[in-house]
């Protein structure tokens, strides 16, 4: 896998509920560590686990996100890390641009898992997702999001093969270097 040397490359990785964002995210950053690059991965929903939010605060735990995304960049960024991959629910283009910001120093591309509703219900069955997870609403919700993405991948092949397919169309590889 041949990475052309232009500065800190970010990736946000959008998607419903199930649609395999954070497995998606993992695996994009084992492939890019294996390959010896530099790599953060991070999973928004991990920025947040605070609560309970104050009643008096709407959007409290989007700001922390924010805030932490900001200063999980700058550590690994002080560490060495020249690839960032981000997964999580951004819902608005105020938070696609709000998340951006916070990659200082990034080119910033958004990916859009599209994961058949079938492949949803199949891996989400039996995992523990949280008090509040719904599938049918997470269905719903991936209905529901705009069209903030640079460009979608089909998230319905083995791991390695969507992740690739993500680093190809983002440009973080060449086609090339992945046949044969």
């Not at 052309?4 to 509920?17: K, S, T, V, W």
């Not at 964002?21 to 953060?40: E, M, Q, V």
Request: hydrophobic letters at 40%.
């Amino acid at each position: 896998m041949t990475i052309a040397d232009e500065g800190c490359r970010a990736l946000l990785i959008n998607g419903g509920g199930g649609a395999g964002k954070s497995t998606i995210a993992a695996t994009i950053g084992r492939l890019l560590t294996k390959d010896n690059r530099p790599t953060g991965v991070v999973d928004l929903d991990a920025l947040s686990q605070f609560g309970p939010a104050p009643a008096d605060e709407p959007g409290f735990h989007d700001r922390l996100r924010l805030r932490n995304l900001a200063a999980v960049w700058t550590t690994y960024r002080a560490a060495g890390a020249r690839f960032m991959v981000v997964s999580g629910i951004m819902e608005t283009a105020a938070l696609r641009s709000a998340y951006a910001d916070c990659l200082a120093g990034c080119d910033v591309r958004m990916v859009r898992l599209e994961t058949p509703r079938e492949l949803v219900e199949e891996r989400t069955r039996g995992t523990v997702r949280g008090p509040n997870w719904d599938l049918q609403e997470a269905l719903a919700q991936s209905a529901r999001l705009p069209r903030l993405e640079d460009f979608s991948v089909a998230n319905d092949r083995p791991l390695d093969e969507v992740a690739t397919e993500v680093l190809v169309v983002a440009g973080w590889i060449s086609a090339a270097r992945t046949e044969g």
